[in-house]
T-cell receptor, first 114, second 114 residues
Framework: EPEVTQTPSHQVTQMGQEVILRCVPI?????FYWYRQILGQKVEFLVS????????KSEIFDDQFSVERPDGSNFTLKIRSTKLEDSAMYFC????????????FGNGTRLTVT | AQSVTQLDSHVSVSEGTPVLLRCNYS??????LFWYVQHPNKGLQLLLK??????LVKGINGFEAEFKKSETSFHLTKPSAHMSDAAEYFC????????????FGTGTRLQVTL
């Protein structure tokens, strides 16, 4: 069964550095998402992406964050200048978008900002 | 607006006994509801989904859930717990018919003892 794949599985970075989290969604899916889960807290929506543009974003997704689908397969989340509070598990997800079609999640990237 | 309340943050059962994980939802729209499971250091895996068809939904690994509109509930059950069921379980809501963002509950950690 096709899967959403995320790389790297774990990223350690220093405060103020830029990071790029990478995702390869399922190939025929049309909607793409990033969620994050701070340790011990609930999974939170960050952003959704459709037709090469952001369709919805949360208040968490400020100017520090950007998403891109640079080619036909990759979907990236960039954090321009990381803060300690950006430390979290980041999940990429995708769906075809038909009614009732669920989101398929990747295994996540654990980002640690020191 | 939509929200999900998972009534128990932690549930402990003995192997072979029934599992009940409780979820109540609130939604301004006709909702789609999902249960996802997260094993340690793994991504979010879809267990089952309700999207306005049959109210009793069967999922993977012997889990099922019943949508009760009058009680705004979508509790997850399994007749007999297995050690491998130990994980974090998330109840999730989204408006039906859209590829909109998911709203997660805070999660229930299921512990299975011998």
């Amino acid at each position: 069964e096709p899967e959403v794949t995320q790389t790297p599985s774990h990223q350690v970075t220093q405060m103020g550095q830029e990071v790029i989290l990478r995702c390869v969604p399922i190939s025929n899916h049309l909607y793409f998402y990033w969620y994050r889960q701070i340790l011990g807290q609930k999974v939170e929506f960050l952003v959704s992406f459709y037709n090469n543009e952001i369709s919805e974003k949360s208040e968490i997704f400020d100017d520090q964050f950007s998403v891109e689908r640079p080619d036909g397969s990759n979907f990236t989340l960039k954090i321009r200048s990381t803060k300690l509070e950006d430390s979290a598990m980041y999940f990429c997800a995708s769906t075809y978008g038909r009614e009732g079609s669920p989101l398929h999640f990747g295994n996540g990237t654990r980002l640690t900002v020191t | 607006a939509q929200s999900v309340t998972q009534l128990d943050s932690h549930v402990s059962v003995s192997e072979g006994t029934p599992v009940l994980l409780r979820c109540n939802y609130s939604s301004s729209y006709s909702p789609s509801l999902f249960w996802y499971v997260q094993h340690p250091n793994k991504g979010l895996q879809l267990l089952l989904k309700y999207t306005s068809a049959a109210t009793l939904v069967k999922g993977i690994n012997g889990f099922e859930a019943e949508f009760k509109k009058s009680e705004t509930s979508f509790h997850l059950t399994k007749p007999s717990a297995h050690m491998s069921d130990a994980a974090e379980y998330f109840c999730v809501v989204t408006p039906t018919g859209t590829a909109s963002k998911l709203t997660f509950g805070t999660g229930t950690r299921l512990q299975v003892t011998l």
